[in-house]
């Protein structure tokens, strides 16, 4: 089946560390997004993808960075610059249609 | 800068019922709008898209309007029922540069 996958569902981070989320899809598409989700609050847009090995910084990109060298693939790095990272991260990757989400990747920090 | 609000942002209805969920939007120049649902913990799953051209979508008792040039849309929900209840979450396409959403509307419907 295509999707995306995020992987893990659930990440702790000390504070100081840097931590990397993963995204992965096998749609073939060519956008990829990462979203942060805090409680009783809409998306806001990190870092988007329009296409391989291009990136784009979002609303709230600082303390966040990206990679995007393959198309099925755009980990997202939480930097000990972010100073409150704990949040529901969620990906997505639209086709010229509709948009798709991964599960999230649920982040603390202890 | 494209804002999103939606209201109510929480709505709680007994089974049955038929409700009305909205959503504005501050820019009308967009290509697409989509709703979406969210259960608690959940990624987000696409419930209808409206493409910029047209006036409405339906989906079984889902029924989403769109009203460009007034900057609304509403998801009509038709005899709701428990496993209705979640945060229904609107984006805008703001032709291709990024999906801005709303805050949502958290939905509980009660047996």
């Known amino acids: 089946d295509g999707g995306i996958t995020q992987s893990p569902k659930y990440l702790f981070r000390k504070e100081g560390q840097n931590v990397t989320l993963s995204c992965e899809q096998n749609?073939?598409?060519?956008?990829m997004y990462w979203y942060r989700q805090d409680p009783g609050q809409g998306l806001r847009l990190i870092y988007y993808?329009?296409?391989?090995?291009?990136?784009q910084k979002g609303d709230i990109a600082e303390g966040y960075s990206v990679s995007r060298e393959k198309k099925e693939s755009f980990p997202l790095t939480v930097t000990s610059a972010q100073k409150n990272p704990t949040a529901f991260y969620l990906c997505?990757?639209?086709?010229?249609?509709?948009?798709?989400f991964g599960q999230g990747t649920r982040l603390t920090v202890v | 800068k494209q804002e999103v609000t939606q209201i109510p942002a929480a709505l709680s209805v007994p089974e049955g019922e038929n409700l009305v969920l909205n959503c504005s939007f501050t820019?009308?120049?967009?290509?697409?709008l989509q709703w979406f649902r969210q259960d608690p913990g959940k990624g987000l799953t696409s419930l209808l898209l409206?493409?910029?051209?047209?006036r409405e979508q339906t989906s079984g008792r889902l029924n989403a309007s769109l009203d460009k040039s007034s900057g609304r849309s509403t998801l009509y929900i038709a005899a709701s029922q428990p496993g209705d209840s979640a945060t229904y979450l609107c984006?805008?396409?703001?032709?291709?540069?990024?999906?801005?959403f709303g805050p949502g509307t958290r939905l509980s419907v009660l047996p």
């Open positions: 997505a990757s639209p086709s010229a249609t509709e948009a798709f």
């Open positions: 749609l073939n598409h060519d956008a």
């Open positions: 993808s329009q296409i391989v090995n291009d990136f």
């Open positions: 820019d009308s120049a967009i290509y697409n």
């Open positions: 409206i493409q910029s051209s047209q």
């Open positions: 984006a805008v396409d703001n032709y291709g540069q990024n999906f801005v």
